[in-house]
Antibody, heavy 121, light 110 residues
Framework: QITLKESGPPLVKPTQTLTLTCTFS??????????VGWVRQPPGKALEWLAL???????YYSPSLRNRLTITKDTSKNEVVFTMTDMDPVDTATYYC?????????????WGQGALVTVSS | QSALTQPASVSGSPGQSITISCTGT?????????VSWYQQHPAKAPKFMIY???KRPSGVSNRFSGSKSGNTASLTISGLQAEDEAHYYC??????????FGGGTKLTVL
């Protein structure tokens, strides 16, 4: 079965860079059509799509956050790494790693448990 | 990219049907047949419920159905059950491999 798990620091200081790792099993980023992405959710608020990387290394970012985000993959390790620069308290949120399939047709069909990241000095 | 518009809350009694709307624009909902819906219980990760406007993934109850007209998509839950009480989020493809979520709707089962 497909599982994903986020890991990273629970606390970052303002202006620092956040780095989160998604470690997954049950699928491979060698498979055509497969993608791994990130979605966040501030406490008590809505979901927000952030970034997505596909099996062919194509990468896509939220237009409003594009200049702060980077997504990369290590296919052999079944890992995807997400970074967000210049963190601010408004970036406090639970960050979810997601699986997508068949390109844009089946988005976010599996989710990790989420990682709560608090931005505070 | 503005978020899709959903009602903040809806409610219904057990056994009834409810519908949650999701309004976008001609740049997302109105152009692509790629609206998906997610159910989220408190302190849990979202669960994938509907994709491509009206398709159900394996394992999702047929009490959940999706539809769309113009720039507005809808999620209907029939035969409401206590376990359906949760937040529901719509999401639409917005072109160029980007996605936009709705603001979320809290469903209360009375």
């Amino acid at each position: 079965q497909i599982t994903l798990k986020e890991s990273g620091p629970p606390l970052v200081k303002p202006t620092q860079t956040l780095t989160l790792t998604c470690t997954f099993s049950g699928f491979s980023l060698y498979t055509s059509g497969v993608g791994v992405g990130w979605v966040r959710q501030p406490p008590g608020k809505a979901l927000e799509w952030l970034a997505l990387i596909y099996w062919d290394d194509d990468k896509y970012y939220s237009p409003s956050l594009r200049n702060r985000l980077t997504i990369t993959k290590d296919t052999s390790k079944n890992e995807v790494v997400f970074t967000m620069t210049d963190m601010d308290p408004v970036d406090t949120a639970t960050y979810y790693c997601t699986h997508s399939f068949e390109g844009v047709l089946v988005p976010f069909d599996y989710w990790g448990q989420g990682a709560l990241v608090t931005v505070s000095s | 990219q503005s978020a899709l518009t959903q009602p903040a809350s809806v409610s219904g009694s057990p056994g009834q049907s409810i519908t949650i709307s999701c309004t976008g624009t001609s740049s997302n909902v109105g152009t692509y047949n790629l609206v998906s819906w997610y159910q989220q219980h408190p302190a849990k990760a979202p669960k994938f419920m509907i994709y491509e406007d009206n398709k159900r993934p394996s394992g999702v109850s047929n009490r959940f159905s999706g539809s769309k007209s113009g720039n507005t998509a809808s999620l209907t839950i029939s035969g409401l059950q206590a376990e359906d009480e949760a937040h529901y989020y719509c999401c639409s493809y917005a072109g160029s491999n980007t996605w936009v979520f709705g603001g979320g709707t809290k469903l209360t089962v009375l």
